[in-house]
C-alpha cells in the first residue's frame, strides 16, 4: 500500500452534483408545499429516511449499527483498526416547519466524504463513522439534542426512553413503531475525535460575504418549562384589583425575560415560546398556562446570572399578582469550547481550498456541543440565506454545500492520518 501523494490529495474534491442529489432526494421524505421538509423525529417520515440512509451507507462500504435511542453509526474500516473512529455527521430530523438543510447538510456531507474516498481508491488510518443522531430539534420529545445526551451519559437512557410527546407516546413507543430501538446499548460507539457540518442558521457569513465559520464556542443553554395557575373568573364583573390573570402575569415574565437577556448582552438572548391558555374563552379570564422558556450565551457567568435573575423575578411577579408560577428548569448546558486541534484543521483545510473563512460562535444548540465533553470536537458552517432555518424558506447554496463539505474532507484526512490508496 503507497502513501497518496501530496498533490493529489490537494486536489480532492467531493462530488458536488451528488451530494446535491441527495440533499433534494431526501427532502421527499417528510417534503412540504412550500419546499421544505416536516420530519419530526421518530415518526413514519424519520423512519423513510433512516432506511434511505442506512441503505445509502451500506452501498458506500459502510456497516451500520443503532444503539438503544436510535442512534446510527456507519462505520468505514481504517488501516489501523485498533483506533476508534472519526465521527462525522449531525442529525435527519427537522422541526415542524423546517428546511432541508439544517442537520442534514451535515449528515449527507459525512457520507459524501465517505463516497469521495471510496472514488479515490483512499484508505485513511484512522476509521471513519458517519452519524445520524436521534431527536436533534427536540420538537418532538425535549429536550434537544437527546440521542447525543444520551451517548455522552449527560441523561440517563431510562429518563429519555420515558419522554412523552405533546401526545402522550414516550420516546421507547415512538423507537418501537418504526423499528429503530437498536441493540448496541447507548453509549459503546466510541470515538476519536467529532466534526460536524452545518448551516450557520445566522446571517453573519452571508453578510461578510464568507464561505466558512470556523466554529470554535458554543453558546451555554438553559430551558425552562413554565406553568401559572390565577384564577378564571368572568371578564365582566371582576374588578381589575381583584384578579388572578395568568395571561397577565406571563406578560410581566416574558418582559422579564427580555430585560435579562438585554441588560446582560450583547452576548445573550431569552425567549419565551409554546404558550398555551386553558380552557381559552374571550370572557373569562386566563388562570391557567404553561410556556416555555430559554437562555442562551456562550459565557458561563452570565448564563448563571440569566437563571438567577429570571427565578427572583418569578417569584416577585407571581407575589405582586397572587397567583402561583412553577418554574422547571429540564435542560441545562453549559457553554462549549471547541478542541483547537479541531478548530485548526479546519482552517487549515479552508485556507488550502481558498475558501474565506472567519472563527465564530455557534448561536444555536447542535451534537456537537455534547460530543465535545468527551472527544476533541469541532464544527464547520457554511451560509444559509437570510440567515433562516427553522423555516420552509430555508436556503443554502449548492456552491457553498459542496464548499463546506470539501472543507470536511480535508479537515478528515488531516485527522484521520496519513490516506493511502487503498
Same mark, same amino acid.
Request: aromatic share 4%; glycine share 10%.
Given at each position: 500500500?503507497?502513501?497518496?501523494?501530496?498533490?493529489?490529495?490537494?486536489?480532492?474534491?467531493?462530488?458536488?452534483?451528488?451530494? *446535491?442529489?441527495?440533499?433534494?432526494?431526501?427532502?421527499?421524505?417528510?417534503?412540504?408545499?412550500?419546499?421544505?421538509?416536516?420530519?419530526?423525529? %421518530?415518526?413514519?417520515?424519520?423512519?423513510?429516511?433512516?432506511? *434511505?440512509?442506512?441503505?445509502?451507507?451500506?452501498?458506500? #462500504?459502510?456497516?451500520?449499527?443503532?444503539?438503544?435511542?436510535?442512534?446510527?453509526?456507519?462505520?468505514?474500516?481504517?488501516?489501523?483498526?485498533?483506533?476508534?473512529?472519526?465521527?462525522?455527521?449531525?442529525?435527519?430530523?427537522?422541526?415542524?416547519?423546517?428546511?432541508?438543510?439544517?442537520?442534514?447538510?451535515?449528515? $449527507?456531507?459525512?457520507?459524501?466524504?465517505?463516497?469521495?474516498?471510496?472514488?479515490?481508491?483512499?484508505?485513511?488510518?484512522?476509521?471513519?463513522?458517519?452519524?445520524? *443522531?436521534?431527536?436533534?430539534?427536540?420538537?418532538?420529545?425535549?429536550?434537544?439534542?437527546?440521542?447525543? @445526551?444520551?451517548?455522552?451519559?449527560?441523561?440517563?437512557?431510562?429518563?429519555?426512553?420515558?419522554?412523552?410527546?405533546?401526545? #402522550?407516546?414516550?420516546?421507547?413507543?415512538?423507537?418501537?413503531?418504526?423499528?429503530?430501538?437498536?441493540?448496541?446499548?447507548?453509549?459503546?460507539?466510541?470515538?476519536?475525535?467529532?466534526?460536524?457540518?452545518?448551516?450557520?442558521?445566522?446571517?453573519?457569513?452571508?453578510?461578510?460575504? $464568507?464561505?466558512?465559520?470556523?466554529?470554535?464556542?458554543?453558546?451555554?443553554?438553559?430551558?425552562?418549562?413554565? /406553568?401559572?395557575?390565577?384564577?378564571?373568573?368572568?371578564?365582566?364583573?371582576?374588578?381589575?384589583?381583584?384578579?388572578?390573570?395568568?395571561?397577565?402575569?406571563?406578560?410581566?415574565?416574558?418582559?422579564?425575560?427580555?430585560?435579562?437577556?438585554?441588560?446582560?448582552?450583547?452576548?445573550?438572548?431569552?425567549?419565551?415560546?409554546?404558550?398555551?391558555?386553558?380552557?381559552?374563552?374571550?370572557?373569562?379570564?386566563?388562570?391557567?398556562?404553561?410556556?416555555?422558556?430559554?437562555?442562551?450565551?456562550?459565557? @458561563?457567568?452570565? $448564563?448563571?446570572?440569566?437563571?438567577?435573575?429570571?427565578?427572583?423575578?418569578?417569584?416577585?411577579?407571581?407575589?405582586?399578582?397572587?397567583?402561583?408560577?412553577? $418554574?422547571?428548569?429540564? *435542560? /441545562?448546558?453549559?457553554?462549549?469550547?471547541?478542541?483547537?486541534?479541531?478548530?485548526?484543521?479546519?482552517?487549515?483545510?479552508?485556507?488550502?481550498? #481558498? %475558501?474565506?473563512?472567519?472563527?465564530?460562535?455557534?448561536?444555536?444548540?447542535?451534537?456537537?456541543?455534547? %460530543?465535545?465533553?468527551?472527544?476533541?470536537?469541532?464544527?464547520?458552517?457554511?451560509?444559509?440565506?437570510?440567515?433562516?432555518?427553522?423555516?420552509?424558506?430555508?436556503?443554502?447554496?449548492?456552491?457553498?454545500?459542496?464548499?463546506? @463539505?470539501?472543507?470536511?474532507?480535508?479537515?478528515?484526512?488531516? %485527522? @484521520?492520518?496519513?490516506?493511502?490508496?487503498?
Amino acid at each position: 500500500m503507497t502513501a497518496l501523494s501530496t498533490p493529489a490529495l490537494s486536489n480532492l474534491q467531493i462530488n458536488a452534483d451528488r451530494l *446535491w442529489s441527495t440533499i433534494l432526494e431526501t427532502a421527499q421524505f417528510g417534503g412540504t408545499p412550500k419546499g421544505g421538509v416536516k420530519r419530526l423525529t %421518530l415518526s413514519e417520515e424519520d423512519r423513510q429516511v433512516r432506511d *434511505w440512509f442506512r441503505a445509502a451507507c451500506e452501498a458506500a #462500504g459502510c456497516t451500520v449499527s443503532v444503539d438503544a435511542l436510535g442512534n446510527m453509526f456507519a462505520l468505514r474500516p481504517g488501516r489501523d483498526a485498533s483506533k476508534a473512529p472519526l465521527g462525522i455527521g449531525s442529525h435527519l430530523d427537522t422541526q415542524p416547519t423546517g428546511g432541508k438543510f439544517d442537520g442534514i447538510l451535515g449528515t $449527507l456531507a459525512a457520507l459524501e466524504v465517505v463516497r469521495a474516498l471510496n472514488d479515490a481508491g483512499i484508505e485513511t488510518d484512522t476509521p471513519l463513522c458517519v452519524v445520524n *443522531w436521534t431527536n436533534e430539534e427536540g420538537s418532538r420529545f425535549a429536550p434537544a439534542m437527546m440521542g447525543s @445526551a444520551g451517548h455522552v451519559a449527560d441523561l440517563p437512557l431510562a429518563e429519555i426512553l420515558a419522554r412523552t410527546d405533546a401526545e #402522550g407516546v414516550s420516546v421507547g413507543e415512538a423507537l418501537d413503531a418504526i423499528g429503530y430501538r437498536g441493540e448496541v446499548p447507548l453509549g459503546t460507539q466510541k470515538f476519536s475525535g467529532f466534526l460536524e457540518l452545518h448551516i450557520e442558521q445566522g446571517p453573519i457569513l452571508e453578510a461578510e460575504n $464568507l464561505t466558512i465559520g470556523v466554529v470554535e464556542h458554543g453558546q451555554g443553554i438553559i430551558w425552562y418549562n413554565g /406553568r401559572i395557575t390565577g384564577f378564571e373568573s368572568h371578564a365582566g364583573s371582576t374588578p381589575m384589583h381583584l384578579r388572578k390573570d395568568a395571561l397577565a402575569t406571563l406578560s410581566e415574565i416574558v418582559l422579564a425575560v427580555e430585560k435579562l437577556a438585554v441588560d446582560l448582552g450583547p452576548n445573550a438572548v431569552g425567549t419565551v415560546a409554546d404558550i398555551t391558555i386553558a380552557r381559552q374563552s374571550r370572557n373569562v379570564i386566563p388562570g391557567e398556562i404553561t410556556f416555555a422558556t430559554e437562555f442562551r450565551t456562550p459565557d @458561563a457567568g452570565i $448564563l448563571e446570572a440569566l437563571d438567577k435573575g429570571l427565578q427572583a423575578a418569578v417569584v416577585r411577579i407571581a407575589q405582586k399578582r397572587k397567583v402561583s408560577v412553577q $418554574l422547571d428548569t429540564i *435542560w /441545562r448546558k453549559e457553554p462549549t469550547h471547541f478542541d483547537p486541534k479541531v478548530t485548526g484543521a479546519v482552517a487549515a483545510a479552508a485556507q488550502k481550498l #481558498g %475558501l474565506s473563512h472567519r472563527p465564530m460562535v455557534s448561536g444555536a444548540g447542535h451534537d456537537s456541543f455534547h %460530543l465535545a465533553t468527551i472527544v476533541p470536537t469541532g464544527m464547520i458552517f457554511v451560509p444559509c440565506k437570510d440567515g433562516v432555518s427553522h423555516n420552509e424558506l430555508e436556503s443554502a447554496t449548492k456552491d457553498d454545500c459542496a464548499a463546506g @463539505a470539501n472543507v470536511l474532507l480535508h479537515a478528515v484526512l488531516a %485527522l @484521520a492520518g496519513d490516506a493511502a490508496k487503498a
